[in-house]
């Protein structure tokens, strides 16, 4: 993850396909092989691959490097990459860009498994299990980034909840590749975590904890 905040739609440009992950001292170096989100782009630009905010140190002509430090791959999915691999890649947003998802931060959450994958009609049913604390931020109908993918959250449970794909998002993003037991990674929605942050700063308990029921009755939803 970089250093500095960058902001993200969810949008995916563009699948990328992992050409190296070379092992550093407590980090690690992923080239990856990619066309349109070079277009543009510069060393120091950053980059969401799988939705992890990550800048470019190196670029050529049809690959780039990006450097990925310790707790990043602790958090991520991203150290289980393999050569060949494919991976969703965003470029940041610009101010003139269409804000066709939602805002996403490109700093993970938490992993989630998928549980359970279901086709209804020409949609796929995808059920992911998270800890209890991510899942206290979802709704449903609220927004969830998975592998960087701006998503709307179909139902919630206490520790699992569930989304669902169109065939476009089946078709250009790593999740129509993945069915149960992958890990994917998980954002909450950014400006649901701040409320969160503001309701309870001054009574951080599980009395003052936030529910969808707290947020419908105070009119935030």
Request: hydrophobic share 40%.
């Amino acid at each position: 993850m970089t250093d500095v905040m960058n902001l993200f739609t969810g949008i995916i440009e563009e699948l990328g396909t992992v050409r190296k992950l070379a092992s550093l001292n407590n980090s690690a170096r992923l080239t990856l092989e990619a066309v349109k989100v070079l277009e543009g782009t510069q060393i120091g630009d950053s980059i969401a691959v799988n939705g992890v905010c990550l800048t470019v140190t190196e670029i050529a002509q049809n690959h780039f490097s990006v450097d990925i430090m310790f707790e990043t791959l602790r958090k991520t999915n991203l150290g289980d990459l393999k050569t060949g691999n494919k991976v969703n890649l965003e470029r940041a947003l610009q101010l003139q860009s269409r804000l066709g998802g939602h805002l996403v931060s490109g700093h993970v959450d938490g992993i989630g498994i998928i549980t359970a994958l279901r086709e209804v009609g020409i949609a796929k049913f995808y059920n992911i299990t998270a800890s209890p604390d991510l899942v206290s931020y979802l709704i449903p109908k609220g927004s969830i980034a998975i592998d960087g993918i701006s998503l709307t959250i179909v139902d919630v449970g206490e520790d699992n909840f569930s989304v669902s794909l169109i065939p476009h998002t089946q078709a250009n993003t790593t999740l129509g590749l993945k069915g149960p037991g992958s890990k994917v990674n998980l954002e909450t929605d950014l400006i649901g975590k701040y409320v969160a942050k503001f309701l309870n700063r001054e009574k951080p308990t599980t009395q003052n904890k936030i529910t969808y029921s707290f947020l419908a009755e105070h009119g935030f939803i």
